[in-house]
């Protein structure tokens, strides 16, 4: 990089609005500032230098979901800026950053584009504004004489050319506009374009110069592997290093919070090599005497009690059920699931007595920074944070309870080396955090015109935000947020509802996954209308579209109905459909399965996806394809169980996920309904697992509950 990060880390003065651009140091300070280094920074986006250059510092985190390129897209499209010659670099934490309505940096919950494409555009199309006024005061003409392509200002009438970095010092000064026109859709150059990952992204992962969390090396870092117990809730009561502490490279071995051994050696396999050695006593506790089952049965219980928590109840729900035609109903349950990103959780920290600096892959840049200062008793402003590309997450790098970065801290704290802590792998499939076991019963009723008429269900399973910072917004009456998603809120017209749901406390750590409540309700929801269609003696299709209240959702199904010929559908196979919306985006799919041998493979993928408008239809083509792979190998495969205490699972041998031999042929739709801007990254995810579930029934006339499927 020709740019380094400690150069953008200057400018302090900076207003707290994204939305506004007004987020500039006054111009006593910037003409300062300028002087020093000749360049402009008007914002906290945004740099351009004599030599053109121009790099963009974003505040997302890069976890393979497209938001570097996608965010690039943005600033240059408006600022006019040609698109291979802008870099990026992740921002340091400041409140300029963070996302609206949160008050902290993150990642997640698919609101990337969302929550910042507008204010990012603001920002180009203010530096645009001002290079025009620029330079049409220097050739002497009218702005409206003046245009801008590929990082030059052009006179249109004797095509003169001046480069951004030429009019630096002409600028540099110039108030910042905050009422800057916006593009119209008719004059983007590269938004609503399929545009492949920004040059710089791809040369970076291809020739290895990316840095990850676990690429980070400082200088006399030395590196640290954990003891760490394997039944949950277990706690330390005797160890003995002796012989650890003996073998080569070994520094230091001390025990931390959350009943941990760190070892630190001068090297990795040394560190871990040592760990292997430190015999520990284990109070185990009484959670070592329950399994997956035992978990399973308690909750059945709760799913029959009549007083569990109520999420939403309207109309008369038990009158419905006598009246109705026909009524359906159902229990699922699905398993523990764990994230399983390709780069193992690691954390890099050097605590320099009254300052210190933390470097990983983290969704939750501000709660990491502030945690650090915490623990290390450093004043926030003295803790220098530098985010890396993630290698994946799936919500595992923004854990609520934060376990593997208060691990690297308390390992570096007061040591006089930096340290980066690694998780084995085993460690995270092990350890949690985990996607809940979830418990979940439902009943449809239907009239003779086969409209639903009642809906009643109840979801049990562990709570996301409880005992955690997200508590205090997102868990409510004995209800978590995440047991709301998608099935409080479900797309039909249903007049009379009870559902309810129950959050249970066990030792075993969860967290969000990928498409986080979404997991769950959409397969409840879209399976027992699949169960209702049948009931009703109508098509899967006509059926959701006679129930369905959002036109968005018919044009949907409308779409995917005609590109998998789905009312000619042959019957060698299985056909399953399945709608969900998450995140402000809708995806619909047909999926075709084949059943051979007590097996299954899903063949064929047709989808359609309306996110409102999509910024860049290559990445959403690329997030739904991702989506349906992903989603099949935690549909067919992946479970956590436990077994006296523990988790059963270790790595990708005995916890599987999806195979290249897995993937189907997927066909993606996109429909820009203009509707209000969604997500992309997770909306994909959710209505896969109940179109696969649906397409099995299609093909064995059995309807599949229990998650992962397995025939036979």
Known sequence: MSISRREFVKNTSLATSAFVIGFYAPIKARAKQVEKDNILEPNAFI??????????????????????????????????????????????????????GMGIMLTGGSGSITNHQESIRKVGAAVRLMLKKAASKKWKVRVFDVTTKDSYVINKRTKEKLSYGSLVEDIKLMKVPNDVTLKKESEYNLIGKPMKRHPKEVDEKITGEAKFGIDVRVDDMKYA?????????????????????????VLKIKQIPNEKIAVIAKHWWQAKKASEQIKVVWDEGEFAKMS?????????????????PIMRQDGNVEKAFEKAYKVVEAKYEFPYLAHAMMEPLNC?????????????????????????????????????????????SFGRRGPSNFDYVKDAIYVAKDEKWPVQTLWLRE??????????????????????????????????????????????FMFKDGIDATQREGFENYPYKIVNNDLRAFCPEYPVPVLWLRSVGHTVSAPVVDCIIDQAAVAANMDPIDFRIKN????????????????????????????????????GSIVAYVIKVKVENNDYKVENVWSAVDCGYAFNPLNVENQILSSVNFAIGYTKY????????????????????????????INVGIINSGAKLGGIGEPGVPPVFPAIANALYDATKKRYTTYPIKLG
């Open 638 to 665: 992946a479970q956590i169980t436990i077994k006296n205490g523990k988790a059963e699972q270790n790595n990708f041998y005995d916890y599987e996920v999806n195979r290249i031999g897995d993937t189907p042929n």
């Open 47 to 100: 740099k351009i230098d004599k030599d053109n250059t121009i790099t963009f510092l974003i505040g997302q985190a890069e976890m393979g979901q497209g938001v570097y390129s996608t965010m690039s897209m943005c600033i240059a499209d408006e600022l006019d800026a040609a698109w291979e010659d802008i870099k990026f670099l992740p921002a340091p934490v400041k409140p300029i950053y963070n996302r609206p």
């Open 548 to 583: 369905l209240k959002d036109e968005r959702f018919v044009n949907l199904l409308k779409y995917v109905a005609k590109q998998s010929d789905w009312y000619n559908r042959k019957k060698d196979s299985g056909y399953g459909v399945a709608i969900a919306e998450s995140f």
């Open 225 to 249: 592997a954990l003891v760490q117990p394997r039944v949950f809730g277990a706690k330390i009561k005797s160890y003995d290093d002796s012989k650890a502490r003996k073998m080569d490279g």
């Open 427 to 472: 460690d995270d499939i092990k350890m949690g955090n985990y996607r809940p076991l979830t418990k979940a019963k439902v009943k449809l009723s239907i009239d003779k015109e086969g409209i639903i008429t009642g809906f009643k269900g109840t979801i049990v399973n562990q709570s996301l935000a409880k005992g955690t910072i997200f508590e205090p």
């Open 348 to 392: 890099t920290v050097h605590h320099n007595k009254n300052r210190a600096f933390i470097s990983l892959g983290s969704q939750f840049q501000t709660n990491v920074r502030n945690l650090c200062s915490e623990i290390l008793g450093v004043d926030k402003d003295k803790v220098e944070y530098y985010n890396n590309y993630l290698g994946s």
């Open 292 to 308: 997956s089952e035992d978990i399973s049965n308690e909750y059945e219980k709760i799913l029959n009690k009549d007083d569990n």
